[in-house]
């Protein structure tokens, strides 16, 4: 008798698996709360006047992410007449000191700098060798002796084929990176030599 039953019971079991998968969560009780119309990024939508289901950001509005002072997070001086010469000591202070920035630096220049540029800078990444185009070294005067705000703004906005890494990298990763390239080109720096 209980093996008869057990025998009922596995049968039902395996009858109970139909190997067919269903795109449907288990128990759904109000199927209107899981089904819902939305408006999806970059569609149209019919709700406002100017078709767009993306609205415009409220003029003023200000995230609390976003940074304000414009030498950190644009790397240009507070009166817009240039680029600010060094890291901004508010940079610096976000890693508890100049060793953790130029260890996330690092980290950083390892994922988005490394594929063009190259593990030392010189613009020899694995792109270039599949047929990307040459960046310029950073071993070259003309970026050795740039403010470290323009540097910062080449990554936030990007220039000629380097593409803009502002929405990518945040603010305080991207002066990170600038300060690991500083280390960079100290490192790569051709020592004069000294005549007896």
């Not at 093996?3 to 449907?24: K, M, N």
């Not at 089904?35 to 999806?40: A, F, I, V």
Request: net charge negative; with cysteine; proline share 8%.
């Amino acid at each position: 008798m209980r093996h008869a039953l057990f025998v009922g019971i596995a049968i039902g079991a395996i009858a109970g698996c139909r190997g067919q998968t269903s795109e449907d969560a288990p128990i759904v009780p109000l199927r209107n709360m899981y089904d819902q119309p939305k408006y999806q990024m970059q569609h149209t939508g019919e709700f406002f006047d100017d078709e767009r289901a993306m609205r415009p950001q409220v003029e003023g509005t200000i995230s609390r992410e976003m940074e304000i002072d414009p030498r950190v997070a644009h790397g240009r001086l507070e009166d817009d007449t240039g680029y600010v010469l060094d890291i901004p000591t508010e940079a610096i202070a976000h890693f508890h000191g100049m060793e953790h920035m130029l260890a996330r630096g690092q980290e950083r220049f390892g994922i988005y700098c490394t594929p063009c540029h190259g593990f030392d800078g010189a613009g020899q990444g694995m792109a270039v060798k599949h047929g990307f185009v040459q960046p310029p070294t950073y071993h070259q005067d003309r970026i050795r002796h740039m403010p470290d705000g323009q540097v910062y703004a080449t990554i936030e906005n990007g220039v000629r084929n380097m593409p803009a890494y502002g929405p990518q990298i945040p603010t305080m990763d991207r002066w990170a990176i600038v300060a690991y390239v500083r280390a960079l080109q100290l490192s790569q720096a051709k020592v004069p030599e000294k005549k007896p």
